[in-house]
């Protein structure tokens, strides 16, 4: 466990303090990806559907969340994975995602766990890229990338694009690009930035979300 009388610099990966500080709670989602050894990103969808409608469920019969309230946020793969949840689910009213990868065709040769190039499991890359279902996303999302991104699966062309579609579409989106970083922010200013605009778009989108209207039945 961490140990919280310690004293550790600004960060701003994981550092749940601050969104506790602000009155939202935070939740850490195992989502396991299973099926035949070398093709388990063929359940990739299903089954991160599937575990986000269970661990909401649970967290709602804790009473931990209220589920008209969400909102879902990572960095590199775990945007990624915010692109996906927020095109495949209605949960969450906002998400933020930073240095993602949201179109997979553009990393065809293969990617973290997907050993198989694209040309060999076309429709798994296109499933598992959000840049193909911007149209479904209705949350708001936001944005950030490091302008110098030198990962080889999230070059910043691919935030760029997702943006471009976004906006395209009329969905709420912002992108946020940090001069001179990488695959992660190092300047103090920029975690400074990233942490005021999170709050800032978490407060509006999630926090003070307008109510879902009400559906009323039609008389026949």
Do not use: C
Not at 12 to 18: C, K, N, T
Request: aromatic content about 16%.
């Amino acid at each position: 466990a961490r140990n919280t009388n310690a004293y550790s610099a600004l960060s701003f990966l994981r550092w749940s303090d601050i969104w506790l500080t602000q009155g939202y709670a935070l939740v850490y989602v195992d989502i396991p990806i299973l099926g035949k050894d070398g093709k388990f990103n063929d359940n990739f969808r299903p089954h991160l559907v599937d575990t986000i409608y269970s661990s909401i469920r649970k967290r709602d019969e804790m009473r931990y969340i209220d589920v008209n309230r969400l909102g879902h946020g990572g960095h590199s793969y775990g945007a990624f994975t915010t692109g996906n949840l927020l095109a495949h689910t209605p949960f969450f009213k906002a998400g933020i995602a930073g240095d993602g990868a949201y179109n997979r065709t553009l990393t065809p040769m293969t990617f973290q766990g997907e050993r198989r190039s694209f040309w060999e499991a076309p429709t798994t890359y296109l499933e598992m890229s959000s840049y193909f279902y911007v149209d479904q996303i209705q949350a708001q999302l936001l944005m950030y990338h490091g302008e110098k991104d030198n990962n080889s699966g999230t070059f910043i062309i691919l935030s760029e694009r997702m943006m471009q579609a976004l906006t395209g579409l009329g969905k709420t989106a912002a992108l946020y690009i940090y001069p001179f970083e990488s695959h992660a922010p190092r300047a103090r200013e920029n975690f400074l930035d990233l942490w005021a605009r999170w709050l800032e778009w978490f407060d509006k989108y999630v926090k003070n979300a307008a109510p879902a209207p009400s559906t009323t039945a039609q008389p026949q």
